[in-house]
């Protein structure tokens, strides 16, 4: 080959890197990590998320100064681009594939998800609330896990980057729910226990006036479904929690009865969500506050409780640290029933110490086996009752939240 060939080849073939079309580069895949803690953006994220905002004016604004970092969203452009503009995530319910009019759904789904897959904002999508549940009717289920699994793999060929979510009743049996995972990456349950005794019957409400049918009728069941959910979600997946955020005779349209109209308090918000971290939970979701109106204090509320967990987010997000940490019980002149449950998790170089007291009655307790850290600060409650030696002594109010920093 000649010089002047040689020149003349090296040109043309810089003519054809120049014109070629450029690659996109594949968008990196958002999956839980191997305790199911979401990994996106290269980070792990423990989610924060609302179903709606409050309606007012700025109030999704309140929402991401407050720590929320996900919401859902209208299944369009322009309420994603919202959504980014503040810093927000957001994902949009799917619906599913029916035996009927099946191409004519296909086509539907097909144009949402080409639509927004490649928006920044997108973190997941949900296919189908609640399949299992109808209400007084618990033989059959709503939405049979076929049609889901055949949903899920149809919106896995068009978008294999973006996770599934699929919110379970708090229902049926963890053998059914199961039967379900091929279509969810991440499983959650709706549980919602403060209702007052008395209310009339509604929707979704047993005959004895509760949502939930464990035994236990406390807020501290929200603890129990966690675990339920665990169960069901297996290794590899998510678990989520849908926390209450609304009066449930607020949902009734007509002839509501003052009296019944009862909001979770400041108080019941931080214990079930911080219940939910100790259980093992990778992101917790709100809903009911598009029911609420805007005159009650629980937005302010939940708002608080928000920054609480936003605060220490990187911790929430990071697994759990080994404490050889002993409980020891003091009589409070009642009996012990589930007392105290806590996690440790990794807060920079120092250690988050979680503790819930998920009895009706005060518990008071020893924390023994902490020798190696020097100082107790606390994070989320009152300063601790005694701390010296490696111990530390509280009493807990009934349902009663402790974060405490060790260093």
């Keep these: 080959m000649t010089r002047r060939q040689f020149l003349r080849r090296t040109a043309l073939l810089a003519a054809t890197l120049t014109v070629a079309p450029r690659v996109r580069a594949a968008a990196p895949v958002i999956r839980p990590d191997y305790d199911g803690m979401l990994r996106a953006r290269g980070?792990?994220?423990?989610?924060?998320g609302l179903y709606e905002a409050p309606k007012g004016e700025g109030r999704l604004r309140e929402a991401r100064e407050a720590g929320f970092n996900l919401v859902q969203r209208s299944p369009v452009r322009a309420a994603y681009d919202e959504a980014h503009s503040l810093g927000?995530?957001?994902?949009?319910?799917?619906?599913?594939?029916?035996?009927?009019?099946r191409a004519g759904a296909e086509a539907r789904m097909r144009q949402t998800i080409e639509d927004l897959r490649t928006h920044p904002a997108l973190l997941f999508w949900e296919t189908e609330d609640e399949p299992t549940f109808v209400w007084k009717e618990p033989l059959r289920l709503r939405t049979p896990a076929a049609q889901l699994i055949e949903t899920a793999a149809f919106i896995r060929r068009l978008d294999p980057v973006h996770p599934l979510y699929l919110n379970h009743a708090p229902t049926n049996l963890i053998t059914t729910l199961r039967t379900y995972d091929p279509a969810a990456d991440i499983v959650a349950t709706d549980i919602y226990p403060v209702i007052p005794q008395g209310i009339r019957t509604q929707y979704a409400l047993w005959p004895d006036g509760r949502q939930g049918d464990f035994l236990n009728p406390t807020i501290s069941q929200v603890g129990q479904y966690a675990d339920k959910m665990s169960a069901v979600a297996g290794p590899g997946r998510a678990v989520f929690l849908v926390l209450q955020a609304f009066a449930w005779e607020d949902l009734r349209e007509k002839d509501r009865d003052p009296a019944m109209v009862?909001?979770?308090?400041?108080a019941q918000l931080r214990f079930m969500a911080w219940q939910c971290v100790v259980h093992g939970v990778n992101g917790l979701l709100w809903w009911g506050l598009s029911h609420t109106p805007p005159e009650t204090t629980l937005w302010n509320d939940l708002q608080t409780v928000v920054r609480e967990l936003a605060q220490v987010q990187d911790a929430l997000a990071a697994p759990p640290v080994k404490l050889p940490l002993q409980v020891t019980y003091h009589d409070t002149g009642h009996s012990l029933d589930r007392g105290l449950e806590w996690l440790a998790k990794p807060l920079g170089r120092d250690t988050l110490l979680i503790a819930v007291n998920a009895d009706a009655c005060p518990v008071d307790a020893t924390f023994g086996g902490l020798d190696r850290f020097r100082q107790c600060t606390a994070v989320i409650g009152l300063p601790a009752t005694a701390w010296a030696h490696g111990q530390l002594r509280e009493r807990f109010e009934p349902f009663g939240t402790r974060v405490w920093r060790l260093s």
């Design 262 to 266: 009862r909001y979770p308090n400041q």
């Design 43 to 48: 980070r792990r994220e423990f989610v924060l």
């Design 88 to 101: 927000l995530r957001g994902w949009s319910a799917l619906g599913s594939l029916p035996a009927a009019d």
